[in-house]
T-cell receptor, first 116, second 115 residues
Framework: NAGVTQTPKFQVLKTGQSMTLQCAQD?????MYWYRQDPGMGLRLIYY???????DKGEVPNGYNVSRLNKREFSLRLESAAPSQTSVYFC???????????????FGPGTRLTVL | AQSVSQHNHHVILSEAASLELGCNYS??????LFWYVQYPGQHLQLLLK??????LVKGIKGFEAEFIKSKFSFNLRKPSVQWSDTAEYFC?????????????FGTGTRLLVSP
């Protein structure tokens, strides 16, 4: 049981390049999330997927797109990377809205992205 | 809108000192409260959580937190810290109005424990 996995661990991009961050969970969770972590700002929600087939914007969605490929996988795409997107990106998952876990989220190891 | 405040951005303690990290939230409905820890170079791990019942909750590694509803607070405590507690600590809240899905995080408190 690997929990939440993310690839790649590190990535360096040039301004304008595109890339996709991959996330997968093996806990049979319905909901998945993408956050970015910047110094002094905590974690900010980029997008989330309440269940397979649905996605919604979070606090900082501009410049990103997401795909909920299936129940296990939730990818984050940067179409044209900008230096302001230099950050550490975390994927998380949680059980369904109505469950005993009350939305407890479990996090992946993160992707450290640098945009030059 | 929901918000979480962690007033201590950096805390430096010696080993065996007692720890209390402040967390205050703003939310107008039923909430769940969480403390996560992030050790250097690692991902966030759940320390403890409060859903309902006894307002004093115990988590892993000797940590505990007390929910004081009247003060909208959920402070994290540990009687005696160790060097291995050096990490960043995040308080988070979700609310019934968003189906308990959107977690709102504080900006974090970076704890350094000197041996």
């Amino acid at each position: 049981n690997a929990g939440v996995t993310q690839t790649p661990k590190f990535q360096v991009l040039k301004t304008g390049q595109s890339m996709t961050l991959q996330c997968a969970q093996d806990m049979n969770h319905n909901s998945m999330y993408w956050y970015r972590q910047d110094p002094g700002m905590g974690l900010r929600l980029i997008y989330y997927s309440a269940s397979e087939g649905t996605t919604d914007k979070g606090e900082v969605p501009n410049g990103y797109n997401v795909s909920r490929l299936n129940k296990r996988e939730f990818s984050l795409r940067l179409e044209s990377a900008a230096p302001s997107q230099t950050s550490v990106y975390f994927c998380a998952s949680s059980e369904a809205r109505v469950s005993g876990s009350q939305g407890t989220q479990y996090f992946g190891p993160g992707t450290r992205l640098t945009v030059l | 809108a929901q918000s979480v405040s962690q007033h201590n951005h950096h805390v430096i303690l010696s080993e065996a000192a007692s720890l209390e990290l402040g967390c205050n939230y703003s939310y107008g409905g039923t909430v769940n409260l969480f403390w996560y820890v992030q050790y250097p170079g690692q991902h966030l791990q759940l320390l403890l959580k409060y859903f309902s019942g006894d307002p004093l909750v115990k988590g892993i590694k000797g940590f505990e937190a007390e929910f004081i509803k009247s003060k909208f607070s959920f402070n994290l405590r540990k009687p005696s810290v160790q060097w291995s507690d050096t990490a960043e600590y995040f308080c988070a809240v979700n609310g019934k109005n968003t189906g308990f899905q959107k977690l709102v995080f504080g900006t974090g408190t970076r704890l350094l424990v000197s041996p």
